[in-house]
């Protein structure tokens, strides 16, 4: 069963950092495109970041680029996003979606098929 599983939320002041991770289970991770998104309360969710399968080609929000960071090692099946110098307007639930590749520049964040559940992230003082 594909399943993915989103850690390293929590609860961080302004101006620090935490690195979030997604991990694959059920799914050759090396052939899909992952994605992070989250989602703040009383908004609807919006895509952070994405990554391409052999993790050469990435894009960022305008929020975050030059802040987050996400990269991913596919010999453990394992995505990451590093954020640092975070903010309050970063508070969310971020979650880690993939879908199969369409070619290996393929990095779009349309499109995903596959969710995990989520990890909180507060940032406040």
């Known amino acids: 069963q594909l399943q993915l599983v989103e850690s390293g939320g929590g609860l961080v002041q302004p101006g620090g950092s935490l690195r979030l991770s997604c991990a694959a289970s059920g799914f050759t991770l090396p052939i899909y495109v992952i994605g992070w998104f989250r989602q703040a309360p009383g908004k609807g969710r919006e895509g952070v970041s994405c990554?391409?399968?052999?993790?050469?080609?990435?894009n960022y929000a305008d929020s975050v680029h030059g802040r987050f960071t996400v990269s991913r090692d596919n010999a453990k099946n394992t995505v990451y996003l590093q954020m640092n110098s975070l903010n309050p307007e970063d508070t969310a639930v971020y979650y880690c979606?993939?879908?199969?590749?369409?070619?290996?520049?393929?990095?779009?964040?349309?499109?995903?098929?596959?969710w995990g559940k989520g990890t909180v992230v507060t940032v406040s003082s």
């Open positions: 990554i391409s399968s052999s993790g050469g080609r990435t």
């Open positions: 979606a993939a879908r199969i590749r369409q070619d290996y520049s393929d990095y779009d964040c349309g499109g995903m098929s596959y």
